[in-house]
């Protein structure tokens, strides 16, 4: 069992950036792969971006939309996943979700994550 807690978001202009935090608890934290995905209003969740344990050939991927911008990082010591934005755009705003999986280390589908946070607020003012 894997509980996440999401933290950073806010409200920010555009052209300007954010680091959201995701601390994760539970045991084998280095064994999952880690997603971060994100839900405007009326719109279905959306991958933006992954990243697979460290020892897994698996490479860090993202969306195209967020490609460039984003960046996904891993601290196994602390047990934690960051997404640094910079370059937000208005319509990058959303609730972000971050998510874990064992079952599949590349996967961009909703469906393949085991374990969700509550998710942050991310608004993007143009």
């Known amino acids: 069992q894997v509980q996440l807690v999401e933290s950073g978001g806010g409200l920010v202009q555009a052209g300007g950036s954010l680091r959201l935090s995701c601390a994760a608890s539970?045991?084998?934290?280095?064994?999952?792969?880690m997603g971060w995905f994100r839900q405007a209003p009326g719109k279905e969740r959306e991958f933006v971006a992954l990243?697979?344990?460290?020892?897994?050939?698996?490479?860090?991927g993202y969306s195209d939309s967020v490609k460039g911008r984003f960046t996904i990082s891993k601290d196994n010591t602390k047990n934690t996943v960051d997404l640094q934005m910079n370059s937000l755009k208005p319509e990058d705003t959303a609730t972000y979700y971050c998510?874990?999986?064992?079952?599949?280390?590349?996967?961009?589908?909703?469906?393949?994550?085991?374990?969700w946070g509550q998710g942050t607020q991310v608004t993007v003012s143009s």
């Open positions: 539970g045991r084998a934290f280095a064994n999952y792969a």
């Open positions: 998510a874990a999986t064992r079952r599949n280390f590349a996967s961009q589908k909703i469906d393949d994550y085991e374990y």
């Open positions: 990243i697979p344990p460290m020892w897994s050939s698996t490479n860090t």
